[in-house]
């Protein structure tokens, strides 16, 4: 397993850690920072890709990325601030607008 | 061989911050593991000598992004319900089916025996390379991007409207 493969294997667990996160935990904000952890695994692929290839396609990938992360969490956050202020909690249990 | 010893170590760090934004109780605790987490994974893309995709981690998601959820902590932290119960009821099988998912994803990626790259002069990532190479295949993608920025800016406004 030369040091690309290793990476990818960590983009995966990480990838994962993010995913049990946004499922298991009851913390609205901490959900969010799991979604952060997903989004950064796969800049993580995208980045060993282009390291391993050399080529621009996987770096200018990762670029837009960033641009889809901050609109996300500008978005987030005001619907977060908006569900803690109707709800008084940031306990996803207590809205009982939210599916699944 | 000093940066692969450098990278087991940030990758084994990286993977430890983000178990710790899982599992810590308070978001302002998780906030700063994952603050940690990008920070180390920069240090990564440094150590692949992707230098302009490390600058951007840092400066856009430990500086920005960061911020800006740090920021939404201090604002909303409250003592609530998910502070004393911080695992759902699915945390049983939701932990059984991301094992099976990386077990499929190790499956799928880890055989991976990417192409030998051509053979190159100088760094395509150093940031005037990656700077106009970029603009030269990238610049009508660059402006749309500049579209979804304004486009994110007014969604959040639109919420915070809604909100009023």
Redesign the interface.
């Known amino acids: 397993m030369d040091k690309y493969q290793f990476l990818i294997g960590l983009a995966v667990l990480t990838f994962a850690t993010g995913l049990a996160g946004v499922v298991i935990r009851r913390n609205l904000m901490v959900v969010v920072m799991c979604v952060e952890v997903m989004l950064n695994s796969v800049v993580l692929a995208f980045v060993v890709f282009a390291a391993r290839s050399g080529t621009l396609e996987g770096a200018a990938m990762a670029f837009f990325l960033y641009i889809a992360a901050a609109c996300e969490i500008a978005v987030a956050m005001a619907i977060v601030v908006m569900l803690v202020e109707r709800r008084g909690s940031l306990d996803i249990a207590a809205d009982p607008e939210l599916k699944g | 061989m000093i940066s ?1 010893v450098l ?2 170590v940030f ?1 084994v760090m ?2 430890a911050f ?2 710790l ?2 599992v810590l109780r308070q ?1 302002m605790r ?2 700063l593991a ?1 603050i940690a ?2 920070v180390c ?1 920069a240090a ?2 440094a150590c ?3 230098h ?2 490390a600058l ?2 840092v400066l ?2 430990v500086g ?2 960061m911020v ?2 740090v920021y ?2 201090m ?2 932290d ?1 003592r ?4 004393t ?4 009821r ?2 049983l099988p ?2 059984i ?3 099976v ?2 077990v499929a ?2 499956a799928i ?2 055989p ?1 025996t ?2 030998v ?2 053979t ?1 002069g100088t760094s ?2 150093s940031f005037p390379a ?1 700077s106009v ?2 603009m030269k ?2 610049w009508f ?1 660059f402006e749309v ?1 500049s579209i ?2 304004v ?3 007014v ?3 639109a ?2 409207a ?2 009023r």
């Open positions: 692969d990278i087991a990758a990286a993977f983000a178990l934004v899982v978001p998780a906030a994952l987490h990008m994974l990564i893309f692949l000598e992707v302009v995709v951007f981690q856009i998601y920005a992004v800006f959820m939404a902590i604002l909303l409250d609530d319900a998910s502070y119960q911080v695992f759902s699915w945390s939701a932990v089916a991301v094992g998912l990386v994803l190790g990626l880890l991976w990417p192409a790259p051509a190159r395509p990532f990656f190479e970029f295949h990238y993608h991007a979804l920025l486009v994110g800016v969604a959040a406004w919420v915070i809604e909100r």
